[in-house]
């Protein structure tokens, strides 16, 4: 079965920086879409950033310009870079991820455990 572990996540201050990383099992990792997500106590789940097998990215407009998704294929891990966080920003993250193409939308097949991240 697929599992992805995500970890990097903490506390810290606003206008500071984080990196998010999502370690990823199983085959073909190099051919699978993946997306970061977050959901904040009380708010809706929200997608903020997906990147396509061939690497071409895509973004949320509240984090355009801030967050980098990236990814390494020859270590199974997918990244996120926050950068200039917010309070806002506060949520728990999860990292997806499929072989079918679903964007920014929450229908990818697996998912990770979260990890915290707040702004104060």
């Known amino acids: 079965d697929v599992q992805l572990v995500e970890s990097g996540g903490g506390s810290v201050q606003a206008g500071g920086s984080l990196r998010l990383s999502c370690a990823a099992s199983g085959r073909t990792y190099s051919k699978w879409c993946m997306g970061w997500f977050r959901q904040a106590p009380g708010k809706e789940h929200e997608g903020v950033a997906n990147?396509?097998?061939?690497?071409?990215?895509n973004y949320a407009l509240p984090v355009w310009g801030r967050f980098t998704i990236s990814r390494d294929n020859a270590k199974n891990t997918l990244y996120l870079q926050l950068n200039s966080l917010k309070p806002k920003d506060t949520a728990m993250y999860y990292c997806?991820?499929?072989?079918?193409?679903?964007?920014?939308?929450?229908?990818?097949?697996?998912w990770g455990q979260g990890t915290q991240v707040t702004v104060s």
């Open positions: 990147i396509d097998d061939d690497g071409s990215t």
């Open positions: 997806a991820a499929d072989k079918e193409y679903w964007g920014l939308d929450d229908d990818y097949k697996y």
